[in-house]
Nanobody, 118 residues
Framework: QVPLVESGGGLVQPGGSLRLSCTAS????????MGWYRQAPGKERELVAR???????YYAESVKGRFTISRDNAKNTVYLQMNTLSAEDTAVYYC????????????WGPGTQVQVSA
């Protein structure tokens, strides 16, 4: 098991920003692609963004131009900078570490709640 711990969630007003962090244990972090997913009440868990070992990024259409994923391998941490938040972004956000050389989620963090409300 590779514990993943998310942080940075909370309550924010529409139009505001949050930065989520996910820190992994172990010493092989740089060799895994990482991703952020979210699950809103009553909805399926969906991919928000992912970043490969080489730093290539992918974003869901709904967050393009507003969210930025990044990683700091020296800190075993992946970030999700979220700007111009709206109520539709309200969800529990989960970090995942993918299986090697795939985009199949392997380990999951417990999640962090993001609530966008006035």
């Amino acid at each position: 098991q590779v514990p993943l711990v998310e942080s940075g969630g909370g309550l924010v007003q529409p139009g505001g920003s949050l930065r989520l962090s996910c820190t992994a244990s172990g010493n092989m972090f740089s060799t895994y692609s990482m991703g952020w997913y979210r699950q809103a009440p009553g909805k399926e868990r969906e991919l928000v963004a992912r970043i490969s070992v080489s730093g290539s990024m992918y974003y869901a259409e709904s967050v393009k131009g507003r969210f930025t994923i990044s990683r700091d391998n020296a800190k075993n941490t992946v970030y999700l900078q979220m700007n111009t938040l709206s109520a539709e972004d309200t969800a529990v956000y989960y970090c995942t570490q993918y299986y090697p050389a795939t985009y199949t989620p392997h380990y999951w963090g417990p999640g962090t709640q993001v609530q966008v409300s006035a």
